[in-house]
């Protein structure tokens, strides 16, 4: 994953990783809206779901 200075995932600490692949890596949410709140991030920058791979989508919905 390439860091950019203006993205707050970038800097998430690898201990609070609870899932991680080529693709996406997931980690408890800091602020959950429900119990068991995860936040899935994709480790390419992109600006929405349609900038996405194919590949990318399928690791984020799985």
Known sequence: ???QA?????S????SIVFAD???FAFW?????SAGHLL?????HVADWGD???QE?????S
Not at 40 to 44: A, L, Q
């Open 1 to 3: 994953m390439r860091s």
């Open 6 to 10: 203006n993205c707050p995932f970038c």
């Open 12 to 15: 998430i600490d690898a201990a």
């Open 22 to 24: 080529e693709f996406i």
């Open 29 to 33: 949410d800091g602020y959950p809206v």
């Open 40 to 44: 899935i991030v994709p480790r390419r």
């Open 52 to 54: 996405l791979e194919e």
């Open 57 to 61: 989508r399928a690791a984020v919905t």
